[in-house]
């Protein structure tokens, strides 16, 4: 069974930044493919980031140039690093990953608060 932990959510300033991490756990089948999500309150959730374990990555247009996810040399955990934060960008962040196994809903996190307020 894969666990999905994600850290690093907090309160921060327009303009500040925070970095997210996303550890996966357990007896972890090959890994397709890792990603950030995040859910504002009365929206639904979007997609934010990915990565594929040869380094491609994807953002979405609303955090291209703000954001950059990257993964640790072993290819099982998953970082988000936002710079240049708004208001906009308060949502519930949540990690998910795709496995041989998984099927394409692949595996979630519990996801991190992040709030951006003066």
């Known amino acids: 069974q894969v666990q999905v932990v994600e850290s690093g959510g907090g309160l921060v300033q327009p303009g500040e930044s925070l970095r997210l991490s996303c550890v996966t756990s357990?007896?972890?089948?090959?890994?397709?493919?890792m990603a950030w999500h995040r859910q504002a309150p009365g929206k639904q959730r979007e997609f934010v980031a990915a990565?594929?374990?040869?380094?491609?990555?994807h953002y979405a247009d609303s955090v291209k140039g703000r954001f950059t996810i990257f993964s640790n040399s072993a290819k099982n955990s998953v970082y988000l690093q936002m710079n240049n934060l708004n208001a906009k960008d308060t949502a519930v962040y949540y990690c998910?990953?795709?496995?041989?196994?998984?099927?394409?809903?692949?595996?979630w996190g519990q996801g991190t608060q992040v709030t951006v307020s003066s």
């Open positions: 998910n990953v795709i496995t041989a196994t998984s099927g394409q809903e692949g595996h």
């Open positions: 357990g007896i972890i089948p090959t890994i397709y493919n």
């Open positions: 990565i594929t374990p040869n380094g491609t990555t």
